[in-house]
């Protein structure tokens, strides 16, 4: 089974400080990870995804095997950043033969002016 | 918009009752997925459909039901409410259904189901 936990409901961090929403997972294959964002009153998007280790407004994430983490930082947080961030996991469905995502519980980012 | 709509925003009905959600994927794809998003379990994969047939389960309990229609579009059924029901549904869509590898999931506004 494959799960996915994000331990903090809540961040809040002042503008300019630097940012980590901390993910770790469990999966006994190869994961894939990626990071979810929703701001408010929008839809869910693709903030990024580990096999393309790019930075994507400013943000990265290291997928950790040993650690079996896929933090999301920032170096300088903005106002703009404030949103529900979930991290996710796609793993086999081996009776489908299908990829699924799992996604863990999310983790509102607060960014205090 | 061309992106994945979703049909009603909001429902409000009463337990016992049977409702039905309508999701249009964006154009082209031909996956749609179904998830369920509560306060206390999150995020949940409930069924995902590909050129209208089913192609995986999640934790979809039996009162739901999905189907996806040959223009592509999909409704997720779900009978006799109750009120642990009421969730946030979301539907996403992806060009190709997922076998052997990740293909990027686009999501919809959801539909805020309120079972009274």
């Known amino acids: 089974a494959q799960r996915v936990t994000q331990p903090e409901k809540l961040l809040s961090v002042f503008k300019g400080a630097p940012v980590e929403l901390k993910c770790n997972y469990s999966?006994?294959?190869?994961?894939?990870l990626f990071w979810y964002v929703q701001y408010s009153r929008q839809r869910l998007q693709l903030l990024l995804r580990?096999?393309s280790r790019e930075s994507i407004k400013g943000f990265t994430a290291d997928l950790n095997k040993g650690e079996t983490s896929f933090h999301l930082k920032k170096p300088f947080a903005q106002e703009e950043d404030s949103a529900m961030y979930y991290c996710?996991?796609?793993?086999?469905?081996?009776?489908?033969?299908?990829?699924?995502?799992?996604f863990g519980k999310g983790t509102k980012l607060s960014v205090i002016p | 918009d061309s992106g994945v709509t979703q049909t009603p925003k909001h429902l409000i009905t009463a337990t016992g009752q049977r409702v039905t959600l309508r999701c249009s994927p964006r154009?082209?794809?031909?996956?749609v997925y179904w998830y369920q998003q509560s306060l206390d379990q999150g995020l949940q994969f409930l069924i995902q459909?590909?050129?209208?047939?089913?192609?995986a389960k999640g934790n979809i309990l039996e009162r739901f039901s999905a189907q996806q229609f040959p223009d592509l579009h999909s409704e997720l059924n779900l009978s006799s409410l109750e009120l642990g029901d009421s969730a946030l549904y979301f539907c996403?869509?992806?060009?190709?259904?997922?076998?052997?590898?990740?293909?990027?999931?686009?999501f919809g506004p959801g539909t805020r189901l309120t079972v009274l």
């Open positions: 996403a869509s992806s060009v190709a259904d997922g076998r052997g590898f990740h293909n990027e999931q686009f």
């Open positions: 580990h096999i």
């Open positions: 999966y006994s294959g190869s994961p894939e």
């Open positions: 459909y590909y050129n209208g047939e089913e192609r």
């Open positions: 996710a996991l796609s793993g086999l469905n081996s009776g489908a033969g299908s990829y699924q995502l799992t």
């Open positions: 154009s082209g794809d031909l996956s």
